[in-house]
């Protein structure tokens, strides 16, 4: 018995193949997403999601998850599995925790753009270079104030908030003195406690 090869369109992903099956007209790679996500409307959902520019923050995740996954439930798996279809449909960009860490990432990738001969204040390096709030925003700092902002290295800016850590455990008061308060007004302070 003679196979016919016929060449197939996925009505997901647009990919034209040959297969002798004309039953089953999705690629392999739409066929394992129509499984994970429900239907071609997650399917399609997802590649859509992939091609979104930038982060994709944790609101945007569990929406898509309580919309499209078979339990209609955010669990651990559920996130893992978003991700690593994510990333098989071609996203190459960041995962994020929450809003706040979308709109930290804007304003930093914001003020690289607009100082981009900028070196490491600590070393002088031009690599992988990170803003860095001199009073931290959990901590009452601005976050787009360029008195509070200084280019460090990834190396550098790691040193630095365990440095902050230190002096501030070490003082009268102790972390708790400025923990999970906005306190700008305590800016001066702040500053002024950590030598700058």
Known sequence: MAWTKVSLVCPICGYTRIS???????CRRCAKYRKT?????????????AKMPGPIDIDTRKEFIRKYATSHTVTAKNMSTLRASL???????????????F???????RYKES??????????????????????????????DENNIEMLCRTCHRKEHRRIVSV???SHGGVERFRNHWL???ADEFRQLIGR
């Open 115 to 144: 100082h981009p001969n900028e070196r490491c204040r600590c070393c002088d390096a031009t690599d992988n270079l990170e803003a860095h709030h001199i009073v931290p925003l959990k901590w009452g700092g601005a976050m787009e």
């Open 20 to 26: 002798t099956n004309p039953t089953h007209p999705y």
């Open 184 to 186: 700008a007004d305590k």
């Open 103 to 109: 709109v930290l990432q804007t304003a930093n990738r």
């Open 87 to 101: 990333r098989s449909a071609g996203y190459t960009g960041r995962f994020v925790h929450t809003r706040q860490d």
């Open 168 to 170: 501030i455990r070490t």
């Open 37 to 49: 996500w429900g239907n071609d409307e997650g399917a399609r959902a997802l590649l859509k999601l």
